[in-house]
């Protein structure tokens, strides 16, 4: 038995297959499915889901979103997402640098809408830079 998978961002379909096994990183941590799970529906994090389907695991990098497992259907809706196999590892780490050194100038300030700001970015570019290095 295995999960059909779905997942959807505003401007793509950017997954849509059979999968034996799900981790989505949900805001209360990582959550695994499997055929036979419960229906429920999940706020998801930034972050990075892994696909294991034919013995090998994929990464798909999210922006935050929604999944909704029903009848061993899973759907993701996210702000965007990323195959980690279309992401160059090379860039990503420039990008993560680079997110770095701007979250760094807000170091010992309280919050702002700058410093939240460059926390999401560089959420975004930790989770594109694992993505690459688990495919």
Do not use: Y
Not at 9 to 20: M, T
Not at 25 to 51: C, E, F, K, Q, Y
Not at 80 to 98: R, V
Not at 113 to 118: F, L
């Amino acid at each position: 038995m295995a999960l059909n998978l779905r997942i959807l961002a505003p401007d793509q379909n950017v997954f849509d297959g059979n999968a034996e096994e799900i981790i989505l990183p949900s805001t209360t941590g990582l959550l695994g499915i499997l055929p036979g799970h419960i229906s429920m529906v999940t706020a998801l994090d930034t972050g990075v889901l892994r696909v294991f389907c034919e013995g090998q695991w994929s990464s798909i990098a999210l922006t935050g979103g929604f999944a909704e497992v029903e009848s061993n259907e899973v759907t993701v809706l996210v702000n965007s997402a990323e195959l980690g196999s279309k992401i160059d590892p090379g860039s990503a780490e420039k990008e993560l640098e680079k997110a770095k050194s701007s979250f760094n100038k807000f170091e010992g300030q309280p919050s702002s809408t700058e410093k939240i700001k460059a926390q999401k970015q560089l959420n975004r570019a930790r989770a594109r830079l694992q993505a690459t290095q688990n495919n």
